[in-house]
Structures are given as structure tokens and as C-alpha cells.
């Protein structure tokens, strides 16, 4: 039995609703929270992650994922180093030390819908995109180019196709 210290009255408080799978598609999404936890056996660590949605209909609505970074399974870790590549590849940051790094930095995701499966329901599934190309070389500078004779010469920039003469 558990007594409180006043009574609780029920009707002043909004009660939790059921929890809704985000729809499967696209979203822009930015990571807002994260920490190490332990997994339930206390045989390794993962890396939880909260993750709000920036813009469009569920724009507030949060997703969570899980990569599991410590476990003596080695195909366990490999998928989850390879999630957290995904991530970085996503938000630009290739090199981190702390997941707070990846916070606030907006990115792509791709949510899906998994099938019911070992006594759970249906659950959602993220991959994280790689910005798309166009924004990725934008962000990034151009390599010099060397030509015939070794020395460095910088990269030409393309003209705009309305500075084009016809």
C-alpha cells in the first residue's frame, strides 16, 4: 500500500491516451534528448534517443529509438555502430564523443511500421537518411583540383543557369 501525502483528484488531471504509431513516410527530425542505460539482463548499454518531429502534420510528436552499443553479442553492436553512422551521416557530424553532440541538429528520417512480432504489437522502425546531395556538397568545400603539371588550382564554379548566355 502506498499512502499519499494529500488525495489525488483525478478530475484535475488530463489522463495519458494510448500510444499512437507515428505514420510511416519522411520527416525532418532533430535528436532532443539521449543517455546510456543499461539493458534490462544488466549485460550491456544502450544509447536512447528521443527524437522530435520538426515539421508537417505530426510536427511535436516524439519517436524514440535504441541502439544497442554494448552487448556480447557482436552482430548486435555491429547494427548498432551502424545506426549511429546512419545518424552521423545524417546530421553532418562524422566525429563525436558525446551523443549531445547530435542534438538539434536537424536531419531526414524514414519511419516504417513493424509487424507485430514476440507478444508486442506493432511498433515503429527509423532509418536516417543522408542529406541529399545537393545539400551535402553545399555544406561541404570543394576539393582542389590538381592539374597536368601537380600544382594546386581551386575549383571552378558553375555559373548559374540564369547568368547563362543563350
Known sequence: MARFDTSFDATSVEP???????????????IVESEMR??????????WLMIDILEGEQ?????????NLVNPNPTTVEIAQRTLSAICHATGRMHVSDSEE???IPMTIQVKIK??????G?????????????TAAAARPAKPVSDPAGSSVPPKMASAPWNKKG
Open 16 to 30: 495519458t491516451t494510448a500510444y499512437e504509431l507515428l505514420p510511416a513516410g519522411k520527416y525532418r527530425a532533430q
Open 38 to 47: 543499461v539493458t534490462k539482463n544488466g549485460m550491456g548499454q544502450f544509447l
Open 59 to 67: 510536427k511535436g510528436r516524439k519517436i524514440f529509438d535504441q541502439l
Open 102 to 104: 547530435l542534438h538539434l
Open 115 to 120: 509487424p507485430p512480432k514476440n507478444g508486442y
Open 122 to 134: 506493432e511498433s515503429n522502425a527509423i532509418a536516417y537518411l543522408p542529406p541529399d546531395k545537393g
